[in-house]
């Protein structure tokens, strides 16, 4: 039921503080402020030299935001692939290495394959799933379930969310087993993943400016959306959503590959939509707003209070999200992202819970 909400899409985003607070608390010890996974791991992560990542469309950008964390937590190469390519390249793996699924429905067919063949060839399995019944879940030799509950709009939402706590409460356990973290340390981030459904309520009371924003973006054919670090998948995820509720055509890139051949597209009918939280590369995607502005490019910037004091320059909009851990932004930024989407295609009236040619769950390839 949809509550009060027009969409169950709309319902879901705001239920993220929420089930992102139940995830929370099911991978973090909330009185010592330590990581405490409910199983132990099949595996000792001193032992792994290499993760692989497989899963399909928003998954595979949760995947791709906790290859910074794997790598920056516990110094653990990463590669993130969608699971069709890892399935069908074969990619040369090493028994005995650690291969992550993520799913919400846990049956699509291209993930189950990848997970399938790392299985075949020796390596660990590792589901992040939000449907613990399901046949990644029941074919997998760890699972981390995600607690969204069910999600009933096609553009996934809370589930994303549910994995990005999930898959950073794993990263953080990684860099505590292999040493890189301190005690000290791991408490530093525990403490800001505790802050994260708080600040997620603080960035949904955003939701009247995105909505007056909206109206703008839908009056485009073509929308950019820019971002360095970790907030580059969630450029990619915030085009993804875009297109696929709104038809709206949206890429996302790297802030750093402008230059190398986006910026051709820049003029004033293009919006350009920076997720730059105020952090040391900050100054660069500042640079980059720089070069659209001077393109007669308009520019929503979201961003934190400092950010938003930093950045010199015209024609721009600034959506500023709160202060916080510089490592886990990408789960508040997703806030303001979701709400973009979801407002453009209620604005262009199309169908935002079934959008056409969509299945919520993919099982066939
Ligand atoms: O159920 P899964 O998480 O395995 O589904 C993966 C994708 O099909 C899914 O994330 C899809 O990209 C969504 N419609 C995105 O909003």
């Not at 509550?3 to 929370?24: C, D, S, W």
């Not at 449907?131 to 509950?149: C, F, Q």
């Not at 721009?316 to 979801?342: G, K, N, R």
Request: hydrophobic share 45%; net charge negative; charged share 25%.
């Amino acid at each position: 039921d949809k509550a009060n909400y027009r969409h169950f899409m709309a319902k879901e985003i705001h239920e993220q503080p929420e089930v992102v607070g139940h995830t929370l608390a099911r991978y973090v010890d909330m009185a010592s402020e330590r990581i405490s996974l409910p199983t132990e791991l099949p595996f000792d992560f001193n032992d792994v030299q290499r993760i692989s990542i497989a899963a399909c469309g928003t998954a595979s950008l949760a995947g791709f935001v906790a290859k910074y964390w794997f790598e920056r937590f516990a110094r653990l190469p990463v590669e993130v692939d969608v699971a069709s390519e890892f399935r069908y390249r074969e990619a040369p793996v090493r028994k005995g290495d650690l291969a992550i699924f993520i799913s919400q429905s846990g049956e699509t067919a291209d993930t189950l394959a990848a997970l399938r063949y790392a299985k075949a060839e020796g390596m660990h399995t590792l589901a992040v799933v939000n449907v613990p019944t399901s046949t990644i879940a029941r074919e997998s030799e760890t699972v981390m379930p995600t607690l969204a509950g069910p999600e009933i709009g096609v553009a996934s939402t809370k589930a994303f969310t549910c994995q990005l706590m999930t898959l950073a409460a794993l990263a953080v356990a990684a860099g505590k087993a292999r040493g890189v973290l301190s005690d000290a340390d791991e408490a530093k981030l525990v403490h800001g993943l505790v802050e994260i459904p708080r600040l997620m309520t603080e960035a949904l009371t955003h939701e009247h400016e995105i909505e007056k924003l909206a109206r703008d973006i839908a009056k485009s054919k073509d929308v950019l959306y820019l971002g360095r670090g970790t907030s580059y998948p969630l450029a990619l995820e915030g085009a993804l959503k875009l297109k696929e509720i709104s038809y709206i055509h949206a890429e996302g890139y790297a802030a750093g590959e402008l230059k190398h051949g986006p910026i051709a597209l820049i003029d004033e009918t293009m919006p350009v939509v920076v997720i730059a939280p105020y952090d040391k590369v900050f100054d660069k995607t500042v640079s980059n707003m720089q070069e659209v502005a001077a393109r007669g490019g308009r520019i929503i910037l979201m961003t934190d209070a400092k950010g938003a004091e930093e950045a010199t320059v015209d024609s721009m909009v600034t959506i500023v999200m709160p202060d916080m851990s510089a490592a886990f932004t990408p789960l508040v930024y997703a806030v303001p992202v979701q709400l973009l989407a979801y407002h453009t295609a209620v604005v262009m009236g199309t169908d935002v819970d079934q959008p056409r040619n969509l299945a919520k769950s993919v099982t066939v390839e």
